[in-house]
C-alpha cells in the first residue's frame, strides 16, 4: 500500500513552470551557441584543407558552402558566432566585478542577444554589398 | 566545523578543482576576441577570391601567424568548453572518461589538421 501522505506533498516545481528570466535565456544560449560552434568548427578545418590541398579540392568546398544550404550554414553559424561573441563580452564585463545587480545583469542579457542578431545582420549586409 | 581546503582541492567532477580550467577559458577567451575579429576579416576579404589569391591570402606570415594562433587558441577553448558540459551533464565515470577522451581527440584532431593546412598552405607543399 502506498503512503498517502508523501504522494500528497506538493512537488517542487522545475524550470519549466517559471516564466524564464532573460538571464537565464542569455545563460543557456551561450552555452548552446558553444555547443554549435563546436560541432560547425569542423567545417572551417574542412575548407582549410581543401585549400591547403589543391585547386580541385577548394572549388569543390567552394561549391558547397555556395549552396542555398551551405548559406543558411554559414549564416546560421555567424548567428552562434556572434551570440556567443556577445556572451563572452558580458563575462569579461563581470570580470572586472562590474555590473553585477540585477538591472544591470537583465540589461546586458537583453543587449547581448540585440547585439547578436545586430552583428549578423550588419556582417551579411556587408557581405552582400562586397559581392 | 571547518574542512581544511586543502583536503577537499580537487573533489569536484573535474578531479582538479576549477584552478586552472576557469583561468585557462577566461584567458582563452580574452585571446580569442582580436583573433576571432582579424578571422572575420580575412574570410570576409576572401569572398568569391579564387584558389590563387585565397592560399597567397592565407600563406602571407602575418595571416598564417592569425590563424595559426586562432586555431591553437580556439581549440583550447573548445576542450576545456566542453569539458565542463561534460562535468555538468554526465553522471557515470566510464562515459564521463569517454567523452572526456573523444573531446580531446576532436579538439586535438582539428588543431593538428587545421595548423598542418596552414603550414603546408604557407611554405607550398
Known sequence: MTDTSESRRPLSPFV????WP???AASLAHRITAMV?????ILFAFWLVSLAWGPQAFDFATMLFGTWLGWLVLFVFTW????HIMGGIR???????MGLDKPTVDLMARASMIGGIGLTLILWIAVLIAL | MRTMLSQVRGLGS???GTESHLIRQRITAY???PLMIAFILIVVSLIGADYDTARARIGNPIVAAIMVALVYNVTTHMRIGMQS??????QHEGLKAAAWIANSLYTGGLAVVGILSILIIAFGG
Open chain 1, 80 to 83: 552562434m558566432l556572434m551570440q
Open chain 2, 14 to 16: 573535474a578531479k582538479e
Open chain 2, 31 to 33: 585571446a580569442n576576441l
Open chain 2, 85 to 90: 558540459v561534460i562535468e555538468d551533464y554526465l
Open chain 1, 16 to 19: 519549466q513552470i517559471f516564466r
Open chain 1, 22 to 24: 532573460v538571464t537565464m
Open chain 1, 37 to 41: 560552434l563546436y560541432g560547425g568548427s
Open chain 1, 91 to 97: 563575462h569579461f564585463i563581470w570580470d572586472t566585478a
